[in-house]
């Protein structure tokens, strides 16, 4: 579409998607009015602002169809893989095979929020021993239970090790409950020491050799079970070219990052740019559409940086985001309050990287794996917001807190106070629980007297 974009409600979007339809406009079988999942109970897709892009439309049906995607897979004779915690790892390999289909149980992380917690998962985790002093992945406990939104993995695979303590608890509390997990181990990263035989990951972190060796040790147990499944061996050419598809996305996803970050005006809204980046952790369950869906993103991107119009007036205030937000309304809040994104870090920057394609495939996935954010140190993770919001023109950092997730109580100290001794910038720290509308004043005062110290900032 033409002329300046514009952020939508959710019926304003239903509106233009039936228009579309009934101009005859080509569209994916999954797509149509997103009505039809607040009608199964996404009662938050009422109050989100939605991008008015045809590309948008496009990726928030591909996100909202994934259960039907999975059903579909098991019904179509493909086994589902469960990959827990590892965030962008084991669906690589697992796509690498034909009849495999992955998935992150972790994502009901975000199920609480959708469906503005009428759905009871906490409810099930409490009864479970698993409470609200807990990460909202607890949610992923509730829904093995009630089997209501996935469904159930042949095979669920877990990082354990250097993990936080929530997810370690809830995954042991559901192999208790009769699931059973292939654990598999992840040191936590640490500095070489003088002289010890070390390599650079992807995206830059450091560590020892021996640690990438024992990750492929620990990968190659993974791969075996996989092997196992798919009923024919995961060789390495496969995962090779597995390795290749991953890298497309993960490139598509990197012009889009650049291209969405950097643009004045902000050429696409925060919310749609986060469901972006978390295509690139399991392809939503479909690796070639999500290349397509991506592409057709970048596409109006490109088109919009091009003419130069966006979805917010030029010279927003430029935000740096750390962690996801439990509640997705607030990244339309964040542009509400005057800011954009310029940039991100929602814990699974590891997953963007390209994997390296000059070395053995299981040694590049061992590389990429020991590069997640949150298996080193707090200070690992300050040092590259520091570099990313360093290059992306950062004016601001958002750090925002996860209820009840271990490594919240102190990262954000942490983080605040690198960037602000690196950087010289303004540091917030925000607590978003899953449905935050109780919090809305005083998230919004806080985000608007950032945005407020940015624009000041600009003066001297
Ligand atoms: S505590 Fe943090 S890292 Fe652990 S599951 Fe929750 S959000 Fe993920």
Redesign the pocket.
């Known amino acids: 579409m033409s002329g300046s974009p514009k952020r939508l409600t959710m019926e304003q979007l239903d509106r233009l998607c039936r228009r579309r339809q009934a101009a005859g406009v080509p569209m994916p079988a999954y797509a149509g009015p997103l009505e039809r999942h607040v009608a199964d109970g996404d009662r938050r897709l009422l109050k989100l602002l939605y991008d008015d892009s045809a590309a948008a439309l496009r990726l928030w049906n591909f996100l909202l169809t994934e259960e039907d995607r999975l059903h579909e897979a098991r019904a179509a004779g493909r086994k589902i893989v469960g990959t827990m915690?590892d965030l962008g790892t084991v669906p690589v390999m697992a796509y690498a095979l034909p009849n495999l289909v992955a998935f992150y149980p972790?994502g009901a992380?975000w199920t609480p929020c959708v469906m503005e917690l009428s759905e009871g998962l906490f409810g099930i985790a409490q009864s479970l021993g698993l409470g609200d002093a807990m990460?909202?992945?607890r949610a992923m406990a509730g829904a093995f239970v009630n089997r209501a939104h996935f469904p159930l993995p042949d095979l669920l695979t877990c990082s354990v090790g250097a993990?936080?303590d929530?997810?370690s608890a809830i995954a042991q509390r559901l192999e208790s409950l009769g699931y059973p997990i292939l654990w598999w181990e992840m040191p936590s990263r640490r500095q070489p020491d003088p002289g010890e035989p070390a390599v650079t990951l992807p995206g830059g972190f450091r560590a020892p050799e021996s640690q990438v060796a024992l990750v492929r040790s620990e990968l190659e147990r993974v791969r075996a079970a996989l092997s196992e499944l798919a009923g024919s061996p995961l060789a390495d050419e496969e995962l090779a070219a597995g390795i290749r598809e991953a890298n497309r996305v993960r490139a598509i996803l990197g012009d889009l990052r650049r291209l969405a970050y950097t643009a004045d005006p902000c050429p696409m809204p925060a919310l749609e740019m986060l469901i972006a980046e978390m295509l690139a952790i399991h392809f939503c369950s479909d690796r070639a559409e999500s290349v397509a869906v991506l592409t057709e993103l970048l596409d109006e991107v490109r088109r919009r940086a091009d003419e130069h119009v966006g979805v917010l007036p030029a010279g927003a205030a430029r935000l740096f985001w750390v962690n996801?937000v439990a509640d997705l309304r607030v990244m339309n809040l964040l542009e509400d309050c005057g800011a954009r994104l310029c940039g991100t870090e929602y814990?699974f920057c590891h997953a963007l990287d390209a994997i390296p394609q000059d070395v053995p495939p299981m040694e590049a996935l061992a590389r990429m794996a020991l590069a997640d954010p949150?298996v080193g140190p707090s200070a690992d993770r300050a040092a590259r917001v520091v570099r990313d919001a360093r290059a992306l023109g950062a004016e601001g950092v958002v750090v925002s807190r996860?209820p009840g997730?271990?490594?919240?109580a102190l990262e954000g100290t942490v983080i605040g106070g690198i960037v602000r001794d690196e950087l010289g910038l303004p540091v917030v720290e925000l607590e978003v629980p899953p449905v935050a509308d109780p919090l809305w004043p005083t998230l919004k005062t806080r985000l608007e007297a950032l945005v407020e110290t940015v624009l000041e900032r600009r003066k001297r």
Do not use: E, N, R
């Open positions: 915690k972790d992380w990460c909202p992945v993990t936080c929530d997810f996801p814990l949150m996860i997730a271990s490594h919240c």
